[in-house]
T-cell receptor, first 116, second 115 residues
Framework: EAGVVQSPRYKIIEKKQPVAFWCNPI?????LYWYLQNLGQGPELLIR????????DSQLPKDRFSAERLKGVDSTLKIQPAELGDSAVYLC??????????????FGPGTRLTVL | AQKVTQAQTEISVVEKEDVTLDCVYE???????LFWYKQPPSGELVFLIR??????QNEISGRYSWNFQKSTSSFNFTITASQVVDSAVYFC????????????FGSGTRLSIRP
């Protein structure tokens, strides 16, 4: 079974430029998460989707960050414009929350963003 | 508020030694889940284990074992006979039942196994 797929793996951009990250969750997983991981720290939740609905976006900086999950499968996270402080790894995870015994989150390899 | 503390920032041991990674958590919920994830240099977080708050039985999986003690709010992870491939950053994490799938991660412990 394929895991969570993310692209690109690496992205280098100049500040003030836009950038987008793509995530394809594990097949059948209804819940999708975007996390931010700064160097030397654990991941922090940015947004959680249940199917197409964003059910927790309280930690998403909405002035420059946006996300969508059309059709409840793939998701895109966008930053516009990027700032130097956005340099980090952006992780996507998915889970099947329809059963509490199986709602473990599985993570993708992440996108490492460098803003110059 | 939920919180996970991994006091050990970095650990370095020689191959074949046993090593224990500590994890202390804080929560007000009576129902919660604890996790360990491994993050090798490739960057992907690999799920290792999930335990719920009602199951305090220790668990062993090959060279890995976990010690869950509610009395001390700890969920420690031991690797027996460590191998170079165990080198990674290990994260302990907590999810409260009332927070609906929101996982709080510790800051991680970087484990280096020297040949």
């Amino acid at each position: 079974e394929a895991g969570v797929v993310q692209s690109p793996r690496y992205k280098i951009i100049e500040k003030k430029q836009p950038v987008a990250f793509w995530c394809n969750p594990i097949s059948g997983h209804n819940t999708l998460y975007w996390y931010l991981q700064n160097l030397g720290q654990g991941p922090e939740l940015l947004i959680r989707y249940e199917n197409e609905e964003a059910v927790d976006d309280s930690q998403l900086p909405k002035d420059r960050f946006s996300a969508e999950r059309l059709k409840g499968v793939d998701s895109t996270l966008k930053i516009q414009p990027a700032e130097l402080g956005d340099s980090a790894v952006y992780l996507c995870a998915s889970s099947d929350d329809r059963d509490s015994s199986t709602d473990t989150q599985y993570f993708g390899p992440g996108t490492r963003l460098t803003v110059l | 508020a939920q919180k996970v503390t991994q006091a050990q920032t970095e650990i370095s041991v020689v191959e074949k030694e046993d090593v224990t990674l500590d994890c202390v958590y804080e929560t007000r919920d009576t129902t919660y889940y604890l996790f360990w994830y491994k993050q090798p240099p490739s960057g992907e977080l690999v799920f290792l284990i999930r335990r719920n708050s009602f199951d305090e039985q220790n668990e062993i999986s090959g060279r890995y074992s976990w010690n869950f003690q509610k009395s001390t709010s700890s969920f420690n992870f031991t690797i027996t006979a460590s191998q170079v491939v165990d080198s990674a950053v290990y994260f302990c994490a907590l999810s409260e039942y009332s927070s609906a799938s929101k996982i709080i991660f510790g800051s991680g412990t970087r484990l280096s196994i020297r040949p």
